[in-house]
């Protein structure tokens, strides 16, 4: 899931891993390994997510949101009683 985060400005970006990774680096191997493989049959599902509108938010900042609200409205509840 996608989730709006803060950019770090001081680090550095590369462009594509494929310019940063040795032609002979064992990770090629692997990447070509689990391209061949069949997800589906090996019990994965495969998700594609819609590219349209903005990212999600983190779910914990719902999380945190309910708790002031809940907060909120025990207090304002007890004082107009």
Do not use: W
Not at 30 to 43: M, P, Q
Not at 48 to 59: A, D, I
Request: hydrophobic content about 35%.
């Amino acid at each position: 899931m996608h989730h709006i985060q803060p950019k770090n400005r001081h680090q550095m970006e590369f462009t594509s891993l494929e310019d940063v990774i040795e032609n002979d680096n064992a990770v090629r191997f692997i990447d070509a390994f689990v391209d061949k493989l069949e997800l589906t049959k090996l019990g994965f599902t495969l998700n594609t997510l819609k590219q349209e509108g903005r990212p999600s938010y983190e779910s914990s900042v719902f999380s945190l949101l309910d708790k002031f609200c809940s907060s909120y409205c025990s207090i304002f509840i007890k004082n107009c009683q």
